[in-house]
């Protein structure tokens, strides 16, 4: 009989963040239906030098959702979100690729897109920020936050440890994330 070997999702997930170095974040507001209004995170990623020989941007959305009944909400908002359409907003897109969300159960929806581009478009932060972040937000349909480019922060924010956030009962895992690195 063979043996089936368990995948570890969240392993899985981890040595793919190991492959790729941060560029920028940014917060946004996102009203998935007219009642219910949820906070995110992007974060907006490439491969490490020597790791890929694709040019390709990873973007990772971080989105509280407090229980189930707003997952589920997010979660329709994200699957009716035409990802095909990011390429008629911006010039350099080859293929846009989402990845199914993933949840662990802690509250918070993680959704993947990966951004494959031609080769000669040059990941700037003029780039980032003029081309992909409007974007993003376009399609999305959410409202954003200003991008935080990961160069610009102080090295002692780069080295990020969750016992260092600042805690409050009242604000979310990402609202504190976002305090913790604009140094609120």
């Not at 009716?80 to 359409?85: D, N, R």
């Not at 350099?92 to 969300?101: E, F």
């Not at 399609?139 to 990961?150: I, N, S």
Request: glycine share 8%; with cysteine.
């Amino acid at each position: 009989m063979k043996s089936e070997k368990i995948i570890d999702l969240k392993q899985q997930l981890i040595g793919l963040f190991e492959k790729e170095e941060v560029l920028a974040f940014f917060d946004f507001e996102l009203a998935v239906d007219p009642g219910a209004s949820v906070q995110g995170l992007c974060k907006i990623s490439e491969p490490k030098a020597g790791t890929s020989k694709s040019n390709y941007l990873s973007l990772l959305f971080i989105i509280d959702a407090i229980d189930a009944a707003i997952e589920a909400k997010v979660d329709l908002y994200m699957k009716g979100i035409l990802w095909h359409e990011f390429k008629d907003r911006m010039s350099g897109i080859d293929m846009v690729v989402p990845m199914p969300h993933v949840s662990y159960g802690t509250r918070h929806y993680l959704k993947e897109v990966e951004l494959y581009l031609d080769r000669k478009t040059q990941i700037t932060p003029s780039f980032v920020s003029g081309d992909l972040y409007p974007a993003i937000v376009k399609t999305l349909g959410c409202r954003g936050g200003e991008p935080v480019f990961w160069n610009d922060l102080p090295r002692e924010k780069k080295q990020f440890d969750l016992t260092e956030v600042p805690q409050g009962t009242d604000r979310s895992l990402i609202e504190m994330i976002i305090d913790y690195f604009k140094g609120r």
